[in-house]
Protein backbone atom coordinates (compact mmCIF):
# COMPACT_ATOMS: atom_id res chain seq x y z
CA UNK A 1 0.00 0.00 0.00
CA UNK A 2 1.20 3.64 -0.78
CA UNK A 3 -0.61 7.08 0.20
CA UNK A 4 -3.92 4.15 0.62
CA UNK A 5 -3.60 2.84 -2.54
CA UNK A 6 -2.95 -0.39 -3.29
CA UNK A 7 -1.06 -1.73 -6.52
CA UNK A 8 -4.48 -1.81 -8.66
CA UNK A 9 -4.76 1.80 -7.55
CA UNK A 10 -1.55 2.72 -8.06
CA UNK A 11 -1.53 0.99 -11.87
CA UNK A 12 -4.65 3.19 -12.73
CA UNK A 13 -3.52 6.24 -11.50
CA UNK A 14 0.25 6.02 -13.41
CA UNK A 15 -2.08 4.80 -16.67
CA UNK A 16 -4.43 8.21 -16.41
CA UNK A 17 -1.18 10.48 -16.20
CA UNK A 18 0.38 8.26 -18.98
CA UNK A 19 -3.07 9.34 -21.18
CA UNK A 20 -2.73 13.01 -19.60
CA UNK A 21 0.50 13.37 -21.02
CA UNK A 22 -0.84 12.48 -24.22
CA UNK A 23 -3.46 15.16 -23.73
CA UNK A 24 -1.13 18.06 -22.64
CA UNK A 25 1.33 17.49 -25.32
CA UNK A 26 -1.27 17.66 -27.85
CA UNK A 27 -2.79 20.71 -26.43
CA UNK A 28 0.46 22.24 -26.15
CA UNK A 29 1.46 21.96 -29.98
CA UNK A 30 -2.48 23.26 -30.51
CA UNK A 31 -2.81 26.37 -28.26
CA UNK A 32 0.56 26.62 -27.92
CA UNK A 33 0.00 26.90 -23.83
CA UNK A 34 2.83 24.30 -22.68
CA UNK A 35 -0.06 22.17 -21.59
CA UNK A 36 0.03 23.25 -18.21
CA UNK A 37 -3.59 23.99 -18.14
CA UNK A 38 -4.71 20.31 -18.59
CA UNK A 39 -1.81 19.31 -16.24
CA UNK A 40 -2.96 21.48 -13.22
CA UNK A 41 -6.37 20.40 -12.70
CA UNK A 42 -5.45 16.52 -13.34
CA UNK A 43 -2.34 16.44 -11.49
CA UNK A 44 -4.52 18.36 -8.40
CA UNK A 45 -6.90 14.98 -8.18
CA UNK A 46 -3.94 12.71 -8.41
CA UNK A 47 -2.01 14.36 -5.97
CA UNK A 48 -5.50 14.11 -3.31
CA UNK A 49 -5.67 10.69 -4.34
CA UNK A 50 -1.82 10.81 -3.17
CA UNK A 51 -2.67 12.52 0.43
CA UNK A 52 -0.79 15.55 -0.93
CA UNK A 53 -1.83 18.28 1.84
CA UNK A 54 -4.49 20.91 0.62
CA UNK A 55 -1.90 23.55 1.75
CA UNK A 56 0.97 22.53 -0.66
CA UNK A 57 -0.69 20.66 -2.93
CA UNK A 58 -1.56 23.32 -5.64
CA UNK A 59 1.81 24.55 -5.81
CA UNK A 60 3.24 21.01 -6.29
CA UNK A 61 0.86 20.62 -9.18
CA UNK A 62 2.33 24.11 -10.65
CA UNK A 63 5.60 23.12 -10.16
CA UNK A 64 5.44 19.29 -11.59
CA UNK A 65 3.23 21.31 -14.70
CA UNK A 66 6.28 23.76 -15.29
CA UNK A 67 8.95 21.07 -15.10
CA UNK A 68 7.14 18.97 -18.02
CA UNK A 69 6.36 22.22 -19.79
CA UNK A 70 10.42 22.45 -20.58
CA UNK A 71 11.01 19.91 -22.90
CA UNK A 72 7.14 19.95 -24.67
CA UNK A 73 7.35 23.35 -25.31
CA UNK A 74 11.13 23.18 -26.52
CA UNK A 75 8.98 20.57 -28.97
CA UNK A 76 6.21 22.60 -29.84
CA UNK A 77 8.47 26.28 -30.42
CA UNK A 78 10.60 23.93 -33.06
CA UNK A 79 7.50 23.10 -34.76
CA UNK A 80 5.75 26.39 -35.48
CA UNK A 81 9.32 27.72 -35.53
CA UNK A 82 10.04 25.56 -38.97
CA UNK A 83 6.43 27.10 -40.14
CA UNK A 84 8.07 30.36 -39.72
CA UNK A 85 5.38 31.38 -37.46
CA UNK A 86 7.49 32.41 -34.51
CA UNK A 87 7.50 36.53 -33.86
CA UNK A 88 11.00 36.93 -33.05
CA UNK A 89 10.96 40.48 -32.51
CA UNK A 90 7.95 40.18 -29.17
CA UNK A 91 10.85 37.44 -27.83
CA UNK A 92 13.68 39.76 -28.04
CA UNK A 93 11.39 42.54 -26.22
CA UNK A 94 10.11 40.18 -23.58
CA UNK A 95 12.81 37.48 -22.63
CA UNK A 96 14.36 40.07 -19.74
CA UNK A 97 11.01 41.12 -18.51
CA UNK A 98 9.45 37.57 -18.23
CA UNK A 99 12.52 35.79 -16.42
CA UNK A 100 12.50 39.08 -13.94
CA UNK A 101 8.39 37.90 -13.76
CA UNK A 102 9.15 33.99 -13.30
CA UNK A 103 11.43 34.93 -10.40
CA UNK A 104 8.85 37.16 -9.14
CA UNK A 105 6.31 34.66 -9.26
CA UNK A 106 8.87 31.90 -7.25
CA UNK A 107 8.91 33.85 -4.02
CA UNK A 108 5.38 34.54 -4.17
CA UNK A 109 4.74 30.84 -4.35
CA UNK A 110 7.09 30.09 -1.10
CA UNK A 111 4.31 32.15 0.73
CA UNK A 112 1.09 32.66 -0.94
CA UNK A 113 -1.95 30.97 0.74
CA UNK A 114 -3.33 28.08 -1.37
CA UNK A 115 -6.42 29.62 -2.10
CA UNK A 116 -4.42 32.49 -4.31
CA UNK A 117 -3.20 30.08 -7.28
CA UNK A 118 -7.16 29.11 -7.87
CA UNK A 119 -8.50 32.51 -8.18
CA UNK A 120 -5.27 33.57 -10.43
CA UNK A 121 -6.00 30.37 -11.89
CA UNK A 122 -9.88 30.90 -12.86
CA UNK A 123 -10.29 34.48 -13.10
CA UNK A 124 -7.38 34.82 -15.94
CA UNK A 125 -8.35 31.03 -17.28
CA UNK A 126 -11.87 32.62 -17.67
CA UNK A 127 -11.48 36.23 -18.86
CA UNK A 128 -9.48 34.66 -21.95
CA UNK A 129 -12.63 32.05 -22.58
CA UNK A 130 -14.96 35.26 -22.74
CA UNK A 131 -11.88 37.33 -25.09
CA UNK A 132 -12.24 34.27 -27.42
CA UNK A 133 -15.71 33.05 -27.67
CA UNK A 134 -17.12 36.46 -28.24
CA UNK A 135 -14.40 37.75 -29.65
CA UNK A 136 -15.08 40.75 -32.24
CA UNK A 137 -13.00 42.64 -34.27
CA UNK A 138 -13.12 45.67 -32.47
CA UNK A 139 -12.38 44.06 -29.35
CA UNK A 140 -8.69 45.30 -29.13
CA UNK A 141 -6.10 47.45 -27.40
CA UNK A 142 -4.13 48.72 -30.54
CA UNK A 143 -3.80 47.72 -33.98
CA UNK A 144 0.10 46.60 -32.94
CA UNK A 145 1.82 45.33 -30.04
CA UNK A 146 3.83 48.52 -28.34
CA UNK A 147 7.23 48.52 -28.24
CA UNK A 148 7.76 50.72 -25.20
CA UNK A 149 7.85 50.21 -21.28
CA UNK A 150 3.87 49.17 -21.72
CA UNK A 151 5.69 45.92 -23.54
CA UNK A 152 7.98 45.35 -20.70
CA UNK A 153 5.21 45.80 -18.02
CA UNK A 154 3.63 43.28 -20.09
CA UNK A 155 6.28 40.80 -20.05
CA UNK A 156 6.55 41.30 -16.55
CA UNK A 157 3.22 40.01 -15.80
CA UNK A 158 3.43 37.49 -18.32
CA UNK A 159 6.05 35.81 -16.56
CA UNK A 160 4.70 36.55 -12.73
CA UNK A 161 1.24 34.97 -13.75
CA UNK A 162 2.33 32.38 -15.83
CA UNK A 163 4.71 31.08 -12.37
CA UNK A 164 1.73 31.22 -10.35
CA UNK A 165 -0.66 29.31 -12.52
CA UNK A 166 2.23 26.81 -14.27
CA UNK A 167 1.07 27.60 -18.04
CA UNK A 168 3.96 28.36 -19.44
CA UNK A 169 2.71 31.82 -20.15
CA UNK A 170 0.69 30.56 -23.65
CA UNK A 171 -2.53 32.06 -21.95
CA UNK A 172 -1.52 35.46 -21.57
CA UNK A 173 0.71 35.84 -24.75
CA UNK A 174 -2.28 34.88 -27.03
CA UNK A 175 -4.61 37.46 -25.33
CA UNK A 176 -2.25 40.18 -25.70
CA UNK A 177 -1.51 39.13 -29.11
CA UNK A 178 -4.44 38.77 -30.21
CA UNK A 179 -6.33 42.20 -28.37
CA UNK A 180 -3.26 43.86 -30.20
CA UNK A 181 -4.42 43.03 -34.04
CA UNK A 182 -1.94 39.77 -34.19
CA UNK A 183 -3.42 36.40 -36.06
CA UNK A 184 -4.52 33.81 -33.65
CA UNK A 185 -1.64 31.36 -35.18
CA UNK A 186 1.10 33.69 -34.76
CA UNK A 187 -0.20 34.32 -31.11
CA UNK A 188 -0.13 30.46 -30.76
CA UNK A 189 3.16 30.25 -32.16
CA UNK A 190 4.65 32.70 -30.54
CA UNK A 191 3.27 31.74 -27.03
CA UNK A 192 4.91 28.16 -27.60
CA UNK A 193 8.43 29.88 -27.14
CA UNK A 194 7.48 32.08 -24.17
CA UNK A 195 6.64 28.98 -22.36
CA UNK A 196 10.54 27.97 -22.82
CA UNK A 197 11.03 31.33 -21.58
CA UNK A 198 9.18 30.43 -18.81
CA UNK A 199 9.27 27.13 -17.49
CA UNK A 200 13.09 26.41 -17.33
CA UNK A 201 13.26 29.00 -14.34
CA UNK A 202 10.06 28.56 -12.92
CA UNK A 203 10.43 24.53 -12.32
CA UNK A 204 13.77 26.00 -10.41
CA UNK A 205 12.03 28.47 -8.39
CA UNK A 206 9.36 26.19 -7.20
CA UNK A 207 12.07 23.43 -6.29
CA UNK A 208 13.29 26.57 -4.33
CA UNK A 209 10.06 27.42 -3.17
CA UNK A 210 9.07 23.69 -1.62
CA UNK A 211 12.18 22.69 -0.45
CA UNK A 212 10.49 23.33 3.54
CA UNK A 213 7.82 21.21 2.36
CA UNK A 214 9.45 17.68 2.76
CA UNK A 215 10.51 18.81 6.34
CA UNK A 216 7.16 19.72 7.05
CA UNK A 217 5.09 16.75 6.23
CA UNK A 218 8.14 13.88 6.12
CA UNK A 219 5.10 11.40 6.82
CA UNK A 220 3.77 12.40 2.95
CA UNK A 221 5.94 10.04 0.57
CA UNK A 222 4.69 11.81 -2.18
CA UNK A 223 6.47 15.06 -0.94
CA UNK A 224 10.17 13.04 -0.29
CA UNK A 225 13.03 12.14 -2.31
CA UNK A 226 13.10 10.45 -4.38
CA UNK A 227 9.22 10.84 -5.53
CA UNK A 228 9.87 14.57 -5.55
CA UNK A 229 12.09 17.38 -5.34
CA UNK A 230 10.54 20.78 -3.71
CA UNK A 231 7.51 21.20 -5.65
CA UNK A 232 8.24 19.22 -8.47
CA UNK A 233 6.77 15.74 -8.49
CA UNK A 234 9.31 13.44 -9.81
CA UNK A 235 7.42 10.50 -10.44
CA UNK A 236 4.79 12.39 -12.31
CA UNK A 237 7.13 14.38 -14.21
CA UNK A 238 9.01 11.42 -15.62
CA UNK A 239 5.31 9.17 -15.86
CA UNK A 240 3.86 12.23 -17.95
CA UNK A 241 6.89 13.94 -20.09
CA UNK A 242 7.50 10.60 -22.80
CA UNK A 243 3.94 11.21 -24.31
CA UNK A 244 3.60 14.71 -24.28
CA UNK A 245 7.00 14.76 -27.11
CA UNK A 246 5.17 12.18 -28.75
CA UNK A 247 2.06 14.60 -29.22
CA UNK A 248 3.16 18.11 -29.02
CA UNK A 249 4.13 18.05 -33.06
CA UNK A 250 0.84 16.65 -33.64
CA UNK A 251 -1.04 19.77 -32.38
CA UNK A 252 0.90 22.34 -34.44
CA UNK A 253 -0.14 20.32 -37.45
CA UNK A 254 -4.02 20.31 -36.54
CA UNK A 255 -3.14 24.22 -35.44
CA UNK A 256 -2.12 25.08 -38.66
CA UNK A 257 -4.64 23.23 -40.27
CA UNK A 258 -7.76 25.36 -38.48
CA UNK A 259 -9.42 28.30 -39.76
CA UNK A 260 -8.99 31.12 -37.19
CA UNK A 261 -12.13 31.04 -35.67
CA UNK A 262 -12.31 27.38 -35.11
CA UNK A 263 -9.13 27.74 -33.24
CA UNK A 264 -10.16 30.40 -31.26
CA UNK A 265 -13.57 28.58 -30.15
CA UNK A 266 -12.09 25.34 -29.64
CA UNK A 267 -9.42 27.24 -27.10
CA UNK A 268 -11.91 29.66 -25.58
CA UNK A 269 -14.24 26.05 -24.84
CA UNK A 270 -11.21 24.38 -23.62
CA UNK A 271 -9.92 27.40 -21.17
CA UNK A 272 -14.04 27.80 -19.92
CA UNK A 273 -14.19 24.24 -18.72
CA UNK A 274 -10.72 23.54 -17.31
CA UNK A 275 -11.15 26.80 -15.35
CA UNK A 276 -14.75 25.81 -13.90
CA UNK A 277 -13.14 22.84 -12.11
CA UNK A 278 -11.53 25.34 -9.57
CA UNK A 279 -14.47 27.06 -9.51
CA UNK A 280 -16.17 24.25 -7.92
CA UNK A 281 -12.98 23.94 -5.46
CA UNK A 282 -13.12 27.31 -4.54
CA UNK A 283 -16.81 27.05 -3.74
CA UNK A 284 -16.96 23.59 -1.99
CA UNK A 285 -14.08 25.40 0.35
CA UNK A 286 -11.42 22.66 -0.57
Known amino acids: MMAGLDPKGLLELALLLIAVGALSGFLAGLFGI ?66 IGVAAGSVTARFAPERLFKIVFVVVAWSAAARLLLARETWKFGD ?16 LLSTLMGIG ?10 FYGRPI ?25 GWPAAARFPDVAALQLPFALGYVSLIGALLVMPTTLVTAPLGVRVAHALSKRALEMAFGAYLFIVGGRFVISLLGGH
Request: some cysteine; aromatic content about 12%; charged content about 10%.
Open 169 to 178: GGLFANLLMT
Open 34 to 99: GGGAILVPVFYECFRLAGVPLEVRMPLCIGTSLAIIIPTSLSSFRAHYRRGAVDMEILKRWWLPIV
Open 144 to 159: DVPKGFLMRIYGFFVG
Open 185 to 209: HQAVATSSALAVLISIPGALGYVYA
